[in-house]
């Protein structure tokens, strides 16, 4: 799943944003239990969680092909460790690539195909390779792009499912729960505990969707996005190459790709 043409040797980097959010979140719903007097085990509830949890796994199971889903797990470890793509040392690659074209001709870089461990890119070297036209190293690539795209995206859109159904099922919880505590109307010594509980699934609900299952979708969004432009950069560095470009003027274009790294880079610096 991780790109080859990762220049990282970890293929990761952490991202430790996630983990600080995810705590924070858990810490807010508890401690904000705790200051409000319902306490964390007020929290607790198995009727709930079957509710709320099986029920939203349930709803998923239905909505996604096992494709889709098994595509979904694989990508759900980005959220803390997304894919990392050193697009400077890939544009250096790439120029690397253009010079050696050059100097011994697209068969030249023939021996460079084995070295790639991304499909990605062999696919881009081996069309450069057998004098492809742009045009068409262009169009091959685009789809192949465009599939990985949608496919990574679907997976993603897994998660956000999750949140549009989990506070359905918190409320389905919660009229389950009130209905209890009417057939115990007789008995108002039940009354506050019971109402208290049919409210759990409520709060697991919507808790679940707002800070677990839609910041995942959205983390696993911007990782897409970002690997997707990276092999963007890679269409143009092969078309280049492809064109005969002079290998300064391709590191130039593909400078622009760094742009928005650069600009984060400096401000993690600045903090």
Known sequence: CSPGWASDRRGYSMDILSFIGLVLATCAILVGAVLKGAGIKALLSAAAFMILVVGTVAAIFVQTPLKVMKRAMGILPWVFKPPAVHRAELIKKMVEWSNTARKQGLLGLEPLIERESDDFLRKGLQLVIDGSEPDQIRGILEVDLHVREQSDTRAAKVFEGMGIYSPT???????????????????????????????????????????????????????????????EMVIEGMIGIAQGENPRSIGAKLQGYLHYADMARRHKHQE
């Open 169 to 231: 099922l918190g409320i389905i919880g919660a009229v389950l729960g009130l209905m209890a505590v009417m057939q115990n109307l007789a008995d108002p010594s039940k009354l506050g505990q019971g109402i208290a509980a049919a409210f759990v699934a409520t709060i697991y609900g919507i808790g679940l969707a707002n800070l677990f299952f839609l910041p995942v979708a959205s983390k696993l969004k911007v990782a897409i996005a970002g690997l997707s432009e990276s092999r």
